[in-house]
């Protein structure tokens, strides 16, 4: 039975969403060792979307079976009206699941992905689609070059060859801090970072006047919905590592896969920066970097108990045992 009529049947009316969905998936299911400071880094990327991004858009988040800690800040944040739509489930689905849920379910025209360790600068998402209304058949833009395999970007090099109003340039042209900024974050030592830079090859396209990189990334992306829908649904094969399946399909269904020619985005990695390089002016917080806003102090450690983890038989067995314990935890089978 029913009592009255329904208090919203003809009456109010709802607003259309937004033309821009920024979607972002987070994993931190306990808040130590490698996951030590993802809360901090977590609220720092917010944090800076929220203060450099001045285009409207709805945010959507799916959060992939965090702890406690984790759920309550979001929680908080979307009754704070910072998050628009938030996805919790119950366990980790890994990021083809995340991803399938996000895509399918965006409101927006445009999606504008990114993990929950990209930290924003002012105007990144205006660069982003600028490239998308310049180039044709934008499948996916990042906002920092990158030197992505150019396997996975055949189509666009094919694209630019067949296309006479595209110039292209190859060599060493990304600018060297740019390059370690997101290499130191991705775990290389600079010795190493510096060989590769040396050894690679940029290749820069301009068109119609505007600038951009071959090579796109999956840990941060703007993409027309409709491209990413075309390659779904994701398959289930592991939670993670097999995020190539997006650049492959986007690639042979014809994208182009580019990137911005200066850093707009950067990705920050487990740890905040020590060198307090990345500020988020906030309410009470100017002139603060974002890592002293958030952080405590590092423990100090001496250099005699370093030398005995990274002595190879030590950091053997811990790392072992640490991959055993995290698997008895958060990979438990069904």
């Known amino acids: 039975m029913r009592a009255g009529s329904h208090p919203l049947k ?29 809360l901090d880094v977590l609220k720092l990327s ?41 996805y919790l489930s119950d366990e980790n ?14 409101p927006g025209k445009i999606i504008a992905y990114s993990d929950s360790d990209i930290y924003f600068y002012p105007g990144w998402l205006e660069a ?21 395999p150019q396997e996975f970007s055949s189509q666009t090099l094919d694209w630019a060859s067949q296309t006479p109003e595209v110039q292209v340039s190859r060599g060493l042209l990304q600018d060297w801090e740019v390059y370690w900024a997101h290499a130191r974050s991705t775990g290389f030592e600079e010795s190493e970072a510096r060989q590769k830079f040396a050894q690679g090859e940029d290749i820069l396209f301009e068109y119609q006047g505007v600038k951009a990189f071959l090579g796109a990334g999956h840990f941060q992306f703007v993409s027309p919905k409709a491209a990413l829908q075309a390659v779904m649904p994701f398959p289930y094969v ?6 190539r399946y997006l650049d492959q399909h986007i690639n042979q269904r014809g994208y182009l896969r580019l990137s ?16 307090g390089s990345l500020k988020v002016e906030t309410a009470g917080t100017e002139g603060q970097s974002a890592a002293a806003q958030h952080s405590s102090p590092a423990p100090k450690r001496s250099p005699g108990l370093y030398r005995l983890l990274d002595f190879p038989p030590v950091r053997k067995i811990l790392l072992f045992l640490y991959g055993k314990i995290f698997n008895w935890y958060y990979v438990r089978p069904k």
């Open 46 to 86: 917010l944090e800076s979307l929220w203060a450099h991004t001045t285009l409207p858009y709805d945010l959507m988040i799916f959060d992939n079976g965090s702890c406690p800690e984790v759920r309550a800040y979001l929680l908080e944040q979307q009754q704070a009206h910072k998050i628009q739509f938030l």
């Open 10 to 38: 003809k009456k109010g009316t709802l607003e259309p969403p937004e033309e821009i969905t920024i979607q972002m998936v987070t994993f931190i299911p306990f808040l130590e060792g490698y996951f030590e400071q993802s």
């Open 238 to 243: 592991m939670p993670m590592g097999n995020e």
């Open 93 to 106: 689905v890994g990021l083809p699941g995340a991803w399938n849920a996000l895509f399918a379910a965006a």
């Open 260 to 275: 911005l020619p200066g850093m707009s985005v950067r990705h920050i990695g487990n740890r905040l920066p020590e060198d």
């Open 128 to 148: 982003c689609l600028n490239l998308i209304q310049t180039y044709p058949n934008v499948g996916m833009i990042t906002g920092i070059p990158l030197r992505s």
